[in-house]
């Protein structure tokens, strides 16, 4: 084959990490319910990912077979280069640990306080003595933004925005590499909001975090994601820049990007030249 003309070559494209997550031909069926059908994505090392799609669309189920709690009816999913659904336990367990979950509505344990929440997957290693268990869950408590006075709080005393950061410390708690986050904003209001997603910021670049974000919520999607995954029709329509997927010609896209409230958030994406930054010096 001829080598390519150097010249007119376009500059490389920045450095992509290699992928994380690997999701091929995916078909879930549960009976005669088609939830997806011919799923494909990469997850790339070090990116935020973020999948929308309505409400019953299959973004959950997509989670679940990716960490392997649930079987695909055909199809391959790999993680780290392995298939979660074809490992033994042992196996599955440790490929677990490199990953942190923040399931839908939270999910603390209620008969836990804070720190034996964020501890839980600590303990579940058997593998340190407790007293490093308690300050390494110190630790966790404190980089999501509490305090060890929160430390022995029960969850039902907790705010909504506390219960959120709870999770995302437990989530934690193992020092993964990669994190999934269903819906984590959702019932927070705008301040709280706004401070999780500040905070997940900060620690994807702390980390060097991997992120695959399930979010309804528009802001949360433009302030975080690197790419967006649309699921509709059973499959992804779509798994590029925000700046892109609003250009693919399809129903739903048009009704969740092109709305009045998503062009008000895609203006904070691309302010208009000479806009007012509010809370800028
Ligand atoms: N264990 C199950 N058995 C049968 N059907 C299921 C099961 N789990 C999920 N489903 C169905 O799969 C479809 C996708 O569900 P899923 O929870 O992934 O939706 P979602 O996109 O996460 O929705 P939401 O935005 O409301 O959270 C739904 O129709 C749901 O009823
Ligand atoms: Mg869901």
Redesign the pocket.
């Known amino acids: 084959m001829p080598a390519a003309p150097t010249t007119l070559t376009a500059p490389p494209a920045p450095a992509r990490g290699d992928p994380v997550i690997e999701v091929h031909d995916l078909v ?1 069926r ?2 005669k ?1 088609v ?1 997806h059908d011919g799923v494909n994505l990469d997850v790339y090392r070090g990116e935020v990912l973020s999948i929308v ?12 077979q990716i960490v392997g709690l ?1 079987r695909p009816t055909s199809g391959s999913i790999r993680v780290f280069g392995e298939d979660p659904n074809h490992l033994k336990p042992a196996q599955l367990q440790a490929l677990r640990n490199r990953w942190g979950l923040q399931f ?1 509505g939270g999910a603390l344990f209620s008969a836990l306080s804070v720190i034996d929440n964020i501890a839980l997957p600590l303990r579940e290693l058997r593998a340190l003595p407790d007293n490093l268990i308690c300050q390494a869950a110190l630790l966790k408590l404190q980089m999501v933004g509490l305090s060890a006075r929160d430390a022995d709080k029960m969850p039902a005393d907790l705010s909504g925005g506390m219960v959120k950061r709870v999770a995302l410390a437990r989530a934690l708690a193992l020092e993964p590499e990669l994190v999934f986050l ?2 984590p904003t959702a019932g927070l209001d705008p301040m709280a909001s706004d401070g999780y997603v500040a905070l997940i910021r900060e620690l994807r670049r702390e980390l060097g975090l991997t992120v695959v974000m ?1 979010t ?1 919520d528009l802001d949360t999607l433009v302030a975080l994601s690197d790419r967006v995954a649309v ?1 509709a029709d059973h499959k992804v329509l779509a798994a590029a820049p925000i700046d892109e997927v609003v250009k693919v010609d399809h129903p739903f896209i048009h009704e969740y990007f092109l709305g009045e409230r998503a062009q008000r958030a895609m203006q904070a994406l691309h302010p208009a030249p000479g806009a007012a930054q509010s809370g800028e010096a």
């Open positions: 879930k549960y009976g319910a939830v799609g309505g409400s019953g669309s299959g973004k959950t189920v997509l989670l679940r649930e839908q269903d819906e399930i309804h699921l």
